[in-house]
Protein backbone atom coordinates (compact mmCIF):
# COMPACT_ATOMS: atom_id res chain seq x y z
CA UNK A 1 0.00 0.00 0.00
CA UNK A 2 1.30 3.38 -1.08
CA UNK A 3 2.41 6.01 1.67
CA UNK A 4 0.22 8.60 2.02
CA UNK A 5 2.00 11.83 0.85
CA UNK A 6 3.07 14.09 3.16
CA UNK A 7 1.70 17.88 3.27
CA UNK A 8 3.37 21.10 3.18
CA UNK A 9 3.18 23.91 5.53
CA UNK A 10 4.32 26.54 2.85
CA UNK A 11 7.66 27.12 4.97
CA UNK A 12 10.17 24.14 4.00
CA UNK A 13 8.56 21.67 6.20
CA UNK A 14 6.82 18.93 5.99
CA UNK A 15 3.09 17.55 8.37
CA UNK A 16 1.86 14.21 8.17
CA UNK A 17 -2.06 16.25 8.52
CA UNK A 18 -3.78 15.59 5.53
CA UNK A 19 -4.44 17.97 3.05
CA UNK A 20 -8.71 18.68 2.90
CA UNK A 21 -10.64 17.29 0.41
CA UNK A 22 -11.26 19.48 -2.96
CA UNK A 23 -14.73 21.22 -2.87
CA UNK A 24 -17.56 19.99 -4.61
CA UNK A 25 -19.26 22.77 -4.84
CA UNK A 26 -22.38 24.48 -2.82
CA UNK A 27 -21.38 26.77 0.66
CA UNK A 28 -19.19 26.49 2.56
CA UNK A 29 -21.67 27.52 5.67
CA UNK A 30 -25.47 26.34 5.45
CA UNK A 31 -27.10 29.93 5.54
CA UNK A 32 -30.18 30.03 7.51
CA UNK A 33 -33.40 32.26 6.98
CA UNK A 34 -35.66 33.90 9.13
CA UNK A 35 -39.72 33.77 8.46
CA UNK A 36 -39.19 37.16 7.37
CA UNK A 37 -36.51 36.57 4.66
CA UNK A 38 -38.47 33.36 3.67
CA UNK A 39 -42.31 35.83 3.59
CA UNK A 40 -40.26 38.09 1.50
CA UNK A 41 -39.08 35.79 -1.43
CA UNK A 42 -42.93 34.12 -1.97
CA UNK A 43 -43.71 37.49 -1.88
CA UNK A 44 -41.63 38.81 -4.85
CA UNK A 45 -41.68 35.51 -6.50
CA UNK A 46 -45.62 36.10 -6.41
CA UNK A 47 -45.28 39.51 -7.97
CA UNK A 48 -42.69 37.85 -10.73
CA UNK A 49 -45.29 35.53 -11.32
CA UNK A 50 -48.17 38.59 -11.16
CA UNK A 51 -46.12 40.73 -13.70
CA UNK A 52 -45.45 38.11 -16.55
CA UNK A 53 -41.63 37.93 -15.62
CA UNK A 54 -39.67 35.11 -17.39
CA UNK A 55 -38.64 32.22 -15.72
CA UNK A 56 -40.25 33.74 -12.40
CA UNK A 57 -38.50 31.10 -10.15
CA UNK A 58 -35.18 31.61 -11.30
CA UNK A 59 -35.20 35.56 -11.37
CA UNK A 60 -36.58 35.56 -7.88
CA UNK A 61 -34.10 33.05 -5.99
CA UNK A 62 -31.53 34.66 -8.10
CA UNK A 63 -32.74 38.37 -7.24
CA UNK A 64 -33.28 37.23 -3.26
CA UNK A 65 -30.07 35.16 -3.23
CA UNK A 66 -31.95 32.27 -2.04
CA UNK A 67 -30.96 28.62 -3.83
CA UNK A 68 -34.20 28.02 -6.00
CA UNK A 69 -34.78 24.18 -4.67
CA UNK A 70 -35.29 26.48 -1.24
CA UNK A 71 -37.78 29.01 -2.97
CA UNK A 72 -39.94 26.78 -4.33
CA UNK A 73 -40.33 24.55 -1.69
CA UNK A 74 -41.48 27.54 0.32
CA UNK A 75 -43.59 28.41 -2.18
CA UNK A 76 -44.89 25.29 -3.70
CA UNK A 77 -44.46 22.68 -1.37
CA UNK A 78 -46.26 20.87 1.05
CA UNK A 79 -45.65 19.78 4.84
CA UNK A 80 -45.76 16.34 5.58
CA UNK A 81 -46.80 15.94 8.52
CA UNK A 82 -50.12 17.65 7.76
CA UNK A 83 -50.34 18.41 3.98
CA UNK A 84 -50.61 21.89 4.67
CA UNK A 85 -48.91 24.62 2.39
CA UNK A 86 -45.57 25.51 3.59
CA UNK A 87 -46.33 29.36 2.38
CA UNK A 88 -49.13 29.37 4.35
CA UNK A 89 -47.44 28.44 7.57
CA UNK A 90 -44.26 30.92 6.35
CA UNK A 91 -46.86 33.88 6.34
CA UNK A 92 -48.43 32.90 9.75
CA UNK A 93 -45.32 32.33 11.59
CA UNK A 94 -43.56 35.43 10.02
CA UNK A 95 -46.58 37.04 10.76
CA UNK A 96 -47.04 36.62 14.41
CA UNK A 97 -43.42 37.65 14.36
CA UNK A 98 -43.87 41.20 13.12
CA UNK A 99 -47.11 41.24 15.38
CA UNK A 100 -45.16 40.75 18.52
CA UNK A 101 -42.43 43.58 17.71
CA UNK A 102 -44.65 45.89 16.61
CA UNK A 103 -47.27 45.60 19.36
CA UNK A 104 -45.49 44.95 22.85
CA UNK A 105 -46.34 47.39 25.58
CA UNK A 106 -45.07 48.08 28.76
CA UNK A 107 -48.32 46.64 30.56
CA UNK A 108 -48.12 43.39 32.57
CA UNK A 109 -49.36 40.40 31.78
CA UNK A 110 -52.58 39.33 33.15
CA UNK A 111 -52.31 37.32 36.15
CA UNK A 112 -53.67 33.60 35.48
CA UNK A 113 -56.21 31.62 37.17
CA UNK A 114 -54.88 29.45 39.47
CA UNK A 115 -58.09 27.32 39.83
CA UNK A 116 -59.74 28.02 35.97
CA UNK A 117 -62.62 25.68 36.99
CA UNK A 118 -63.92 27.14 40.07
CA UNK A 119 -63.50 30.41 38.77
CA UNK A 120 -65.76 29.99 36.16
CA UNK A 121 -68.78 28.07 37.58
CA UNK A 122 -68.10 31.04 40.18
CA UNK A 123 -68.49 33.87 37.73
CA UNK A 124 -71.23 31.96 35.85
CA UNK A 125 -73.32 31.94 39.71
CA UNK A 126 -72.76 36.00 40.17
CA UNK A 127 -73.85 36.42 36.53
CA UNK A 128 -77.12 34.73 37.73
CA UNK A 129 -77.45 36.53 40.71
CA UNK A 130 -77.22 39.59 39.41
CA UNK A 131 -79.82 38.48 36.75
CA UNK A 132 -82.16 38.23 39.47
CA UNK A 133 -80.92 41.64 40.71
CA UNK A 134 -79.52 39.53 43.98
CA UNK A 135 -76.53 41.37 45.59
CA UNK A 136 -73.28 39.99 45.13
CA UNK A 137 -70.23 41.05 47.95
CA UNK A 138 -67.00 40.13 48.96
CA UNK A 139 -68.39 36.89 51.66
CA UNK A 140 -70.86 35.22 49.29
CA UNK A 141 -66.93 35.13 46.63
CA UNK A 142 -65.14 34.15 49.58
CA UNK A 143 -67.53 31.38 51.17
CA UNK A 144 -68.66 30.52 47.52
CA UNK A 145 -65.70 30.43 46.50
CA UNK A 146 -64.42 27.82 48.98
CA UNK A 147 -67.11 25.69 48.55
CA UNK A 148 -66.45 25.23 44.67
CA UNK A 149 -62.91 24.62 45.36
CA UNK A 150 -63.71 21.85 47.26
CA UNK A 151 -65.77 20.41 45.16
CA UNK A 152 -63.79 20.54 41.69
CA UNK A 153 -59.88 19.75 43.35
CA UNK A 154 -60.49 17.45 46.58
CA UNK A 155 -57.23 16.18 45.91
CA UNK A 156 -55.38 19.57 46.14
CA UNK A 157 -52.84 20.16 49.18
CA UNK A 158 -52.76 23.49 48.92
CA UNK A 159 -54.81 25.89 51.00
CA UNK A 160 -57.61 28.03 49.28
CA UNK A 161 -57.71 31.12 51.61
CA UNK A 162 -60.44 32.78 49.43
CA UNK A 163 -58.06 36.08 50.42
CA UNK A 164 -59.36 39.89 49.45
CA UNK A 165 -56.05 39.75 46.79
CA UNK A 166 -57.82 36.31 45.36
CA UNK A 167 -61.12 38.41 44.76
CA UNK A 168 -59.81 41.21 43.52
CA UNK A 169 -57.75 39.47 40.66
CA UNK A 170 -60.70 37.16 40.18
CA UNK A 171 -63.01 40.04 39.42
CA UNK A 172 -60.20 41.30 37.21
CA UNK A 173 -60.14 38.31 35.48
CA UNK A 174 -63.86 38.04 35.26
CA UNK A 175 -64.68 41.68 34.40
CA UNK A 176 -66.72 42.25 37.75
CA UNK A 177 -66.37 45.61 39.50
CA UNK A 178 -67.81 46.75 42.55
CA UNK A 179 -70.78 49.11 41.27
CA UNK A 180 -73.15 51.11 43.43
CA UNK A 181 -77.22 50.91 43.17
CA UNK A 182 -78.64 53.38 40.82
CA UNK A 183 -82.24 52.61 41.34
CA UNK A 184 -84.44 50.49 42.94
CA UNK A 185 -86.38 49.19 39.97
CA UNK A 186 -85.79 48.82 36.10
CA UNK A 187 -88.40 50.16 34.29
CA UNK A 188 -88.60 48.75 30.92
CA UNK A 189 -89.52 51.07 28.66
CA UNK A 190 -88.11 49.36 25.72
CA UNK A 191 -91.28 47.24 25.10
CA UNK A 192 -93.34 50.15 24.66
CA UNK A 193 -92.04 50.69 20.71
CA UNK A 194 -91.14 49.48 17.41
CA UNK A 195 -87.25 48.73 18.02
CA UNK A 196 -86.10 47.54 21.30
CA UNK A 197 -83.44 49.69 22.78
CA UNK A 198 -80.79 46.90 21.95
CA UNK A 199 -81.73 46.73 18.36
CA UNK A 200 -80.91 50.27 18.28
CA UNK A 201 -77.30 51.18 16.27
CA UNK A 202 -75.48 54.34 15.17
CA UNK A 203 -73.05 54.68 12.28
CA UNK A 204 -70.29 57.14 11.70
CA UNK A 205 -67.05 57.86 10.14
CA UNK A 206 -63.84 59.59 12.59
CA UNK A 207 -60.95 60.45 10.74
CA UNK A 208 -57.92 58.81 12.06
CA UNK A 209 -54.05 60.16 11.97
CA UNK A 210 -50.77 58.36 12.39
CA UNK A 211 -49.99 60.84 15.07
CA UNK A 212 -52.88 60.91 17.27
CA UNK A 213 -51.81 62.53 20.11
CA UNK A 214 -50.78 66.24 21.07
CA UNK A 215 -47.26 66.43 19.37
CA UNK A 216 -47.34 69.97 19.33
CA UNK A 217 -46.24 70.82 22.81
CA UNK A 218 -43.34 69.59 25.12
CA UNK A 219 -41.22 70.47 28.30
CA UNK A 220 -38.48 72.30 27.51
CA UNK A 221 -36.41 74.96 29.60
CA UNK A 222 -37.77 78.20 29.67
CA UNK A 223 -36.84 80.68 26.74
CA UNK A 224 -35.95 77.89 24.45
CA UNK A 225 -35.93 79.78 21.31
CA UNK A 226 -35.80 76.05 18.88
CA UNK A 227 -38.42 73.89 20.28
CA UNK A 228 -38.02 70.39 17.60
CA UNK A 229 -40.03 67.30 18.52
CA UNK A 230 -39.05 64.01 16.58
CA UNK A 231 -42.00 62.19 14.92
CA UNK A 232 -41.58 59.43 11.82
CA UNK A 233 -42.23 61.33 9.42
CA UNK A 234 -43.93 64.79 8.14
CA UNK A 235 -47.23 65.00 7.19
CA UNK A 236 -48.40 61.92 9.44
CA UNK A 237 -50.50 64.29 11.62
CA UNK A 238 -52.96 64.51 9.39
CA UNK A 239 -55.95 61.96 7.84
CA UNK A 240 -54.02 58.46 7.04
CA UNK A 241 -56.92 56.69 7.14
CA UNK A 242 -60.92 56.71 8.46
CA UNK A 243 -62.68 54.33 10.98
CA UNK A 244 -65.66 53.39 10.72
CA UNK A 245 -67.81 53.03 13.80
CA UNK A 246 -71.28 51.26 14.56
CA UNK A 247 -72.20 51.42 18.07
CA UNK A 248 -75.14 49.67 19.46
CA UNK A 249 -77.69 50.97 22.50
CA UNK A 250 -78.54 48.89 25.37
CA UNK A 251 -77.24 47.27 28.85
CA UNK A 252 -77.21 43.97 30.27
CA UNK A 253 -78.02 43.18 33.80
CA UNK A 254 -74.89 44.11 34.84
CA UNK A 255 -74.84 47.87 33.53
CA UNK A 256 -72.39 47.64 30.72
CA UNK A 257 -72.64 47.78 27.27
CA UNK A 258 -74.02 44.98 25.17
CA UNK A 259 -71.55 42.94 23.37
CA UNK A 260 -70.53 45.96 20.10
CA UNK A 261 -70.22 45.05 16.05
CA UNK A 262 -66.27 44.84 15.62
CA UNK A 263 -64.67 48.87 14.20
CA UNK A 264 -63.48 48.79 10.91
CA UNK A 265 -60.70 50.97 9.68
CA UNK A 266 -60.20 52.30 6.05
CA UNK A 267 -56.99 52.59 4.50
CA UNK A 268 -55.70 54.72 1.67
CA UNK A 269 -55.03 52.80 -1.44
CA UNK A 270 -56.30 49.44 -3.71
CA UNK A 271 -54.88 46.74 -1.31
CA UNK A 272 -53.78 44.96 -3.79
CA UNK A 273 -49.91 44.78 -3.49
CA UNK A 274 -50.34 43.98 0.63
CA UNK A 275 -47.97 41.00 1.91
CA UNK A 276 -50.05 38.24 3.70
CA UNK A 277 -47.34 38.85 6.22
CA UNK A 278 -49.23 42.58 6.60
CA UNK A 279 -52.50 40.98 6.16
CA UNK A 280 -51.56 38.29 8.96
CA UNK A 281 -50.94 40.69 11.05
CA UNK A 282 -53.69 42.66 11.67
CA UNK A 283 -55.78 41.70 14.85
CA UNK A 284 -58.93 39.70 14.22
CA UNK A 285 -61.59 42.11 15.85
CA UNK A 286 -60.33 45.13 13.58
CA UNK A 287 -61.93 44.88 9.92
CA UNK A 288 -59.18 46.49 7.21
CA UNK A 289 -60.76 47.60 3.66
CA UNK A 290 -58.90 49.81 1.28
CA UNK A 291 -60.15 53.05 -0.69
CA UNK A 292 -58.14 55.41 -3.01
CA UNK A 293 -58.93 58.58 -0.72
CA UNK A 294 -59.63 56.39 2.65
CA UNK A 295 -63.27 56.98 2.41
CA UNK A 296 -66.51 55.41 2.53
CA UNK A 297 -67.81 55.23 -1.09
CA UNK A 298 -70.65 53.23 -2.37
CA UNK A 299 -68.95 50.03 -3.36
CA UNK A 300 -66.85 50.39 0.25
CA UNK A 301 -70.32 50.80 1.75
CA UNK A 302 -71.69 47.51 0.73
CA UNK A 303 -68.43 45.80 1.12
CA UNK A 304 -68.08 46.50 4.78
CA UNK A 305 -71.60 45.56 5.15
CA UNK A 306 -71.62 41.85 4.17
CA UNK A 307 -68.60 42.09 6.64
CA UNK A 308 -68.97 43.81 9.65
CA UNK A 309 -73.25 45.28 10.32
CA UNK A 310 -74.88 42.20 8.94
CA UNK A 311 -72.91 38.74 9.91
CA UNK A 312 -73.14 40.54 13.47
CA UNK A 313 -77.07 41.14 13.61
CA UNK A 314 -77.48 37.50 11.79
CA UNK A 315 -75.31 36.36 15.29
CA UNK A 316 -76.62 38.54 18.16
CA UNK A 317 -79.96 39.30 16.49
CA UNK A 318 -81.14 36.44 14.79
CA UNK A 319 -84.83 36.71 13.04
CA UNK A 320 -85.14 40.63 15.50
CA UNK A 321 -85.24 43.43 13.33
CA UNK A 322 -83.20 46.49 14.10
CA UNK A 323 -82.87 50.26 13.30
CA UNK A 324 -79.72 52.02 12.10
CA UNK A 325 -78.88 55.68 12.54
CA UNK A 326 -76.79 57.09 9.78
CA UNK A 327 -76.42 60.97 8.64
CA UNK A 328 -76.76 61.97 4.86
CA UNK A 329 -73.43 60.34 3.25
CA UNK A 330 -73.77 59.29 -0.27
CA UNK A 331 -73.18 56.23 0.42
CA UNK A 332 -75.54 55.89 3.07
CA UNK A 333 -78.66 56.76 1.23
CA UNK A 334 -78.07 54.92 -1.45
CA UNK A 335 -80.96 52.18 -2.16
CA UNK A 336 -78.98 49.66 -3.10
CA UNK A 337 -77.34 49.88 0.41
CA UNK A 338 -80.41 50.14 2.39
CA UNK A 339 -82.34 47.09 0.65
CA UNK A 340 -78.72 45.39 1.40
CA UNK A 341 -78.98 46.05 4.52
CA UNK A 342 -83.05 45.36 5.41
CA UNK A 343 -82.95 41.97 2.74
CA UNK A 344 -79.20 40.71 4.44
CA UNK A 345 -79.61 41.64 8.18
CA UNK A 346 -83.50 43.18 8.97
CA UNK A 347 -82.28 46.52 9.92
CA UNK A 348 -83.78 49.73 8.63
CA UNK A 349 -81.66 52.35 7.88
CA UNK A 350 -83.08 55.80 9.15
CA UNK A 351 -80.66 59.13 7.78
CA UNK A 352 -81.12 61.74 10.64
CA UNK A 353 -81.25 65.52 10.15
CA UNK A 354 -79.25 67.16 7.49
CA UNK A 355 -77.00 69.18 8.66
CA UNK A 356 -78.06 68.39 11.96
CA UNK A 357 -76.18 65.22 12.36
CA UNK A 358 -73.54 67.05 14.86
CA UNK A 359 -76.38 67.21 17.98
CA UNK A 360 -78.80 64.55 16.14
CA UNK A 361 -75.92 61.65 15.86
CA UNK A 362 -74.82 59.70 19.14
CA UNK A 363 -70.84 58.84 18.13
CA UNK A 364 -70.88 62.73 17.53
CA UNK A 365 -72.09 64.00 20.77
CA UNK A 366 -68.92 62.41 22.50
CA UNK A 367 -67.98 58.33 21.42
CA UNK A 368 -66.09 59.85 18.13
CA UNK A 369 -64.04 61.67 19.88
CA UNK A 370 -63.29 59.21 23.13
CA UNK A 371 -62.44 56.48 20.95
CA UNK A 372 -59.69 58.55 19.29
CA UNK A 373 -58.34 59.28 22.54
CA UNK A 374 -58.51 55.63 23.73
CA UNK A 375 -56.61 55.27 20.78
CA UNK A 376 -54.09 57.74 21.25
CA UNK A 377 -54.02 56.63 25.08
CA UNK A 378 -52.89 52.89 23.45
CA UNK A 379 -50.20 55.01 20.88
CA UNK A 380 -48.76 56.39 24.51
CA UNK A 381 -48.62 53.27 26.42
CA UNK A 382 -46.61 51.73 23.14
CA UNK A 383 -44.30 54.64 23.10
CA UNK A 384 -43.13 53.60 27.02
CA UNK A 385 -41.39 51.36 25.51
CA UNK A 386 -37.71 52.55 24.39
CA UNK A 387 -37.41 49.95 22.27
CA UNK A 388 -40.54 51.37 20.42
CA UNK A 389 -39.51 54.71 20.72
CA UNK A 390 -36.74 54.05 18.58
CA UNK A 391 -38.78 52.32 15.99
CA UNK A 392 -40.76 55.92 15.96
CA UNK A 393 -38.29 57.77 15.99
CA UNK A 394 -36.33 55.97 13.48
CA UNK A 395 -37.93 54.75 9.98
CA UNK A 396 -40.95 52.68 10.44
CA UNK A 397 -42.33 51.26 7.26
CA UNK A 398 -46.11 52.42 5.62
CA UNK A 399 -46.43 48.16 6.61
CA UNK A 400 -45.22 49.17 10.03
CA UNK A 401 -47.48 51.91 10.45
CA UNK A 402 -50.38 50.57 9.19
CA UNK A 403 -50.00 47.47 11.21
CA UNK A 404 -49.63 49.64 14.64
CA UNK A 405 -52.61 51.63 13.47
CA UNK A 406 -55.31 48.68 13.73
CA UNK A 407 -54.02 47.07 16.76
CA UNK A 408 -53.75 50.37 18.31
CA UNK A 409 -57.38 50.60 17.61
CA UNK A 410 -58.50 47.51 18.62
CA UNK A 411 -56.91 47.61 21.84
CA UNK A 412 -58.88 51.15 22.32
CA UNK A 413 -61.78 50.38 20.92
CA UNK A 414 -62.30 47.88 23.51
CA UNK A 415 -60.99 50.73 26.12
CA UNK A 416 -63.88 52.65 24.88
CA UNK A 417 -66.63 50.15 24.87
CA UNK A 418 -65.82 49.24 28.69
CA UNK A 419 -65.28 52.91 30.19
CA UNK A 420 -68.34 54.64 28.21
CA UNK A 421 -71.96 54.15 28.53
CA UNK A 422 -73.26 54.18 24.79
CA UNK A 423 -76.52 54.38 26.54
CA UNK A 424 -75.96 58.04 27.37
CA UNK A 425 -75.12 59.14 24.23
CA UNK A 426 -78.37 57.58 22.22
CA UNK A 427 -80.54 59.26 25.11
CA UNK A 428 -78.80 62.88 24.43
CA UNK A 429 -79.24 62.58 20.94
CA UNK A 430 -83.06 61.20 21.14
CA UNK A 431 -82.29 58.08 19.42
CA UNK A 432 -83.72 55.91 22.53
CA UNK A 433 -87.29 57.77 22.45
CA UNK A 434 -90.57 55.65 23.45
CA UNK A 435 -94.09 55.51 22.31
CA UNK A 436 -95.07 56.62 26.22
CA UNK A 437 -92.79 59.62 26.10
CA UNK A 438 -90.27 57.69 29.10
CA UNK A 439 -87.07 59.45 29.07
CA UNK A 440 -87.80 62.67 26.98
CA UNK A 441 -86.21 64.83 29.89
CA UNK A 442 -82.79 62.92 28.36
CA UNK A 443 -82.94 64.22 25.12
CA UNK A 444 -80.15 67.64 25.54
CA UNK A 445 -79.08 68.56 22.07
CA UNK A 446 -75.89 70.24 22.12
CA UNK A 447 -75.75 73.74 22.74
CA UNK A 448 -79.16 73.99 24.00
CA UNK A 449 -79.55 74.46 28.00
CA UNK A 450 -83.49 73.25 27.79
CA UNK A 451 -85.28 71.29 25.28
CA UNK A 452 -88.82 70.58 25.35
CA UNK A 453 -91.41 69.50 23.02
CA UNK A 454 -94.74 68.52 23.02
CA UNK A 455 -95.51 65.55 21.99
CA UNK A 456 -98.19 64.48 19.84
CA UNK A 457 -101.24 62.91 20.93
CA UNK A 458 -100.33 59.13 18.30
CA UNK A 459 -101.18 55.76 18.29
CA UNK A 460 -99.74 53.58 20.31
CA UNK A 461 -99.62 50.78 18.19
CA UNK A 462 -97.55 50.10 14.82
CA UNK A 463 -99.39 48.87 12.20
CA UNK A 464 -97.22 45.88 10.40
CA UNK A 465 -99.86 43.10 9.21
CA UNK A 466 -103.14 43.25 8.06
CA UNK A 467 -104.34 41.57 10.82
CA UNK A 468 -102.60 44.46 13.09
CA UNK A 469 -104.52 46.33 11.04
CA UNK A 470 -107.77 44.79 11.90
CA UNK A 471 -107.27 46.08 15.26
CA UNK A 472 -108.56 49.45 16.52
CA UNK A 473 -105.26 51.50 17.73
CA UNK A 474 -104.82 51.61 21.50
CA UNK A 475 -105.03 55.13 22.80
CA UNK A 476 -102.06 56.30 25.19
CA UNK A 477 -103.62 56.01 28.02
CA UNK A 478 -104.75 52.16 27.15
CA UNK A 479 -101.16 51.39 26.58
CA UNK A 480 -100.02 53.23 29.76
CA UNK A 481 -102.73 51.27 31.91
CA UNK A 482 -101.19 47.82 29.90
CA UNK A 483 -97.57 48.42 30.58
CA UNK A 484 -98.30 49.19 34.35
CA UNK A 485 -100.74 46.14 34.40
CA UNK A 486 -97.54 44.30 32.81
CA UNK A 487 -95.37 45.44 35.35
CA UNK A 488 -97.11 44.62 38.63
CA UNK A 489 -97.48 40.66 37.14
CA UNK A 490 -93.98 40.61 36.36
CA UNK A 491 -93.44 41.86 40.30
CA UNK A 492 -96.01 39.37 41.56
CA UNK A 493 -93.92 36.49 39.55
CA UNK A 494 -90.59 37.75 41.00
CA UNK A 495 -92.03 37.57 44.24
CA UNK A 496 -93.50 34.57 43.67
CA UNK A 497 -90.22 32.85 42.05
CA UNK A 498 -87.99 33.99 45.18
CA UNK A 499 -88.91 30.22 46.92
CA UNK A 500 -87.09 29.10 44.04
CA UNK A 501 -83.56 30.47 43.10
CA UNK A 502 -80.82 27.63 41.89
CA UNK A 503 -78.41 25.98 44.57
CA UNK A 504 -76.70 29.30 44.93
CA UNK A 505 -79.29 30.47 46.90
CA UNK A 506 -80.02 27.99 48.84
CA UNK A 507 -76.42 27.34 50.03
CA UNK A 508 -77.03 30.18 52.55
CA UNK A 509 -75.19 28.86 56.10
CA UNK A 510 -77.77 28.27 58.72
CA UNK A 511 -77.16 29.03 62.30
CA UNK A 512 -74.56 26.54 64.22
CA UNK A 513 -72.12 26.83 66.95
CA UNK A 514 -68.55 25.51 66.35
CA UNK A 515 -67.14 22.40 68.03
CA UNK A 516 -65.71 22.86 71.33
CA UNK A 517 -67.48 25.94 71.76
CA UNK A 518 -70.72 27.01 73.50
CA UNK A 519 -73.17 30.28 73.17
CA UNK A 520 -73.24 33.14 75.54
CA UNK A 521 -77.00 33.74 75.26
CA UNK A 522 -76.27 37.47 76.64
CA UNK A 523 -74.49 40.33 75.30
CA UNK A 524 -72.12 41.81 77.20
CA UNK A 525 -72.31 45.31 79.87
CA UNK A 526 -71.72 47.93 77.66
CA UNK A 527 -68.21 49.21 80.21
CA UNK A 528 -66.61 45.42 78.54
CA UNK A 529 -66.64 46.61 74.92
CA UNK A 530 -63.36 47.74 75.01
CA UNK A 531 -60.00 45.42 74.29
CA UNK A 532 -60.97 42.91 76.42
CA UNK A 533 -63.16 41.30 74.09
CA UNK A 534 -60.24 40.60 71.86
CA UNK A 535 -59.01 37.25 71.15
CA UNK A 536 -63.01 35.94 71.65
CA UNK A 537 -64.31 34.06 68.87
CA UNK A 538 -67.25 35.46 67.30
CA UNK A 539 -70.91 34.64 64.81
CA UNK A 540 -71.64 37.04 62.13
CA UNK A 541 -74.69 36.89 59.71
CA UNK A 542 -74.14 38.22 56.60
CA UNK A 543 -76.29 38.97 53.78
CA UNK A 544 -76.82 36.25 50.84
CA UNK A 545 -73.81 34.23 52.94
CA UNK A 546 -75.36 33.51 56.02
CA UNK A 547 -73.74 33.02 59.52
CA UNK A 548 -69.81 32.77 59.32
CA UNK A 549 -67.75 31.86 62.09
CA UNK A 550 -64.44 34.28 63.32
CA UNK A 551 -62.48 35.39 66.22
CA UNK A 552 -62.04 39.39 67.58
CA UNK A 553 -58.50 40.60 66.20
CA UNK A 554 -58.24 44.29 67.24
CA UNK A 555 -60.31 46.75 68.94
CA UNK A 556 -60.92 50.55 67.84
CA UNK A 557 -61.16 53.07 70.55
CA UNK A 558 -61.88 56.30 68.00
CA UNK A 559 -62.22 54.58 64.58
CA UNK A 560 -62.97 57.35 61.96
CA UNK A 561 -65.77 55.13 60.03
CA UNK A 562 -67.55 54.41 63.36
CA UNK A 563 -66.13 51.02 63.57
CA UNK A 564 -64.67 49.26 66.75
CA UNK A 565 -63.38 45.81 66.38
CA UNK A 566 -62.13 43.62 63.78
CA UNK A 567 -62.76 40.42 63.06
CA UNK A 568 -60.47 37.89 61.78
CA UNK A 569 -62.61 34.81 59.94
CA UNK A 570 -61.91 31.58 59.04
CA UNK A 571 -61.24 32.04 55.39
CA UNK A 572 -58.63 34.69 56.27
CA UNK A 573 -60.66 37.61 55.77
CA UNK A 574 -60.19 40.37 58.02
CA UNK A 575 -63.58 42.97 57.93
CA UNK A 576 -64.38 45.62 60.57
CA UNK A 577 -67.37 45.69 62.57
CA UNK A 578 -70.07 47.77 64.53
CA UNK A 579 -71.02 45.37 66.92
CA UNK A 580 -73.43 46.43 69.62
CA UNK A 581 -75.80 45.17 72.33
CA UNK A 582 -78.76 45.51 70.32
CA UNK A 583 -78.18 43.69 67.57
CA UNK A 584 -76.67 40.81 69.50
CA UNK A 585 -78.85 37.39 68.58
CA UNK A 586 -78.79 34.52 67.20
CA UNK A 587 -80.50 31.69 65.22
CA UNK A 588 -81.77 31.45 61.26
CA UNK A 589 -84.87 34.26 62.02
CA UNK A 590 -82.23 36.87 62.93
CA UNK A 591 -81.52 40.02 60.10
CA UNK A 592 -78.41 40.11 58.62
CA UNK A 593 -75.57 42.23 60.79
CA UNK A 594 -76.96 39.81 63.88
CA UNK A 595 -73.95 38.71 66.01
CA UNK A 596 -72.96 36.92 69.30
CA UNK A 597 -69.81 35.53 71.16
CA UNK A 598 -68.62 32.00 71.82
CA UNK A 599 -66.22 30.72 74.41
CA UNK A 600 -65.13 27.47 74.63
CA UNK A 601 -66.01 24.67 76.29
CA UNK A 602 -62.68 23.76 78.33
CA UNK A 603 -62.78 27.26 79.30
Known amino acids: MAARPKASTGLGLETSKPLPAPRQGGALKRKRYDNDDKANAIHFYDECLA ?25 NGVRNADKVPWRDVIFKAAADSKRKSLTVTSKSKESLAR ?4 EAELAKEVRSRRARGRKVGPRFLSVRGKQLWKKHYPNDRKDFAASRSWRLNFMRRMDFSVRKRTHKKSKSYASMGRFLFSNRFNVDQVPLPFVVGDFEHTVEEKGAKDVWIRQPGSGLEKRQATLQVCIRAGKTPEGKNLPQPPIAIIFRGTGKRISEVERNAYPPDVHVFWQACAWLDRPTGIEWQDRTPIPFLNEHLPEEESVVFADNLDAQIQPTYLENQKNKGRALGWSLLKDGTFWSQPIDLGPGREIKRDVDYCQNEWLELEENLDKWEGSMTASDRRICMTWWVGDGYARACERLCFDRYFAKAGCKMTVNGAGDGEITPEGLREFTFDRP ?3 AVIVQTP ?22 QEEAEERSDEGSDDECEDEEQKWFVPEGSTLMKDALPDE ?6 VGWHVMFKWSGVGWCHGWVLKYYANH ?9 YEDGDRRDHILTPKSYDHGDQVPTGTWCLLKSISA
Do not use: D
Not at 467 to 488: D, G, I, S
Not at 528 to 533: G, I, K, M
Open 457 to 459: NIP
Open 528 to 533: QFNCSV
Open 467 to 488: EQARVPAATHAEMHQAVMEQEL
Open 115 to 118: YPLM
Open 560 to 568: RHGYNFEVK
Open 51 to 75: TGVGSPLVYAAKHCGIPIANLSAWA
